[in-house]
């Protein structure tokens, strides 16, 4: 497989909030597994992909930044095999991503897209909304106040005036859901699939973990948690993903956020290699 040529390209600092040491070394054991199959993988950066550099035709990406996330895009157009898609990673920004899910009747929370600088507290109080998320609508989480727990309607009018002052255009709210908090790494077309409390673990990128607490051993399917993240994968196209799920008591299970390609930080060793095996199998197919 030595003819095979792929450009690795790496994720922006920025976009790995309290994840970059993480985010880097699941990419790198990616990269390795890649290589000890006898491809050879030129890594580069984000700021290389925008200067033009990045020439190969097979490109694995953490990619986030906008502008790269739009090249990628071209890249595709042009026959480029990219994994994941620059078209699943913009699938993945909020707003996006709830659109798709509940268009597809994925099992997520009650949802309003809204402007940030609209009143929302009678939106709210119609739906039945008091405590709530809200996030924002137009891209991936940056800071730790992209995502924020609101207690009652006028504590979610502040957030999105404060988001609206920032620059913040469009917010999803999602009504909050009480139970279990799951997360979950997958990567599609292979047999991998890992999920765990993360609470419990002390798992955390911003320490909204806490909201939920602990986990009290709720009862569900652990089958149908596989399949409705895989089929979430599918409607986004995004083959290496992860994010978070919310068991209700009764064992209903909802995803409440999608990510393509997160750190794996607590099964990397496990997930390289079919990481490594979905990119191979992508070229296999492109070959076909």
Known sequence: MAQIKIAGIMRAGAYSPNHIGNDAAIFNAATEHLRKRGCEVRVYSEEDLMAGRVEE???????REQRSIA??????????????????IE???????????????IPYPDSL??????????????????????????FHAMHKEDVSYVRHPQEAQEVLH????RGINRAVINRHLVGDLIKFYGVA????????????????KYGHEAI?????????DRDHL?????????????????????????????IIDFNDWPSFAPCRDEAAPFIAKAVLNAIKERRK
């Open 71 to 88: 090249l990628l895009q071209q890249m595709e157009d042009a026959g480029a095999l990219v994994i994941n898609s620059g078209y699943g």
């Open 57 to 63: 035709s097979i490109v694995m990406n953490m990619c």
């Open 212 to 220: 939920n607490g602990k986990s009290t051993g709720l009862e569900f």
């Open 113 to 138: 897209m809204v402007n940030t600088n609209e009143s929302v507290t009678p939106l709210l109080r119609e739906a039945g909304f008091t405590q709530a998320w809200i996030k924002r609508g137009d």
């Open 91 to 105: 699938n993945c920004t909020r707003e996006r991503m709830t659109r798709i899910l509940l268009g597809n009747k």
């Open 226 to 254: 596989r399949e409705i993240c895989a089929a979430a994968a599918d409607v986004l196209d995004v083959k290496i993903y992860g994010g978070d799920c919310i068991v209700d008591p009764d064992g209903t299970i909802r």
């Open 162 to 165: 404060e988001y609206f002052l």
């Open 189 to 204: 077309g292979t047999d991998f699939f890992y999920w765990f409390y993360p609470y419990d673990e002390g798992h955390s």
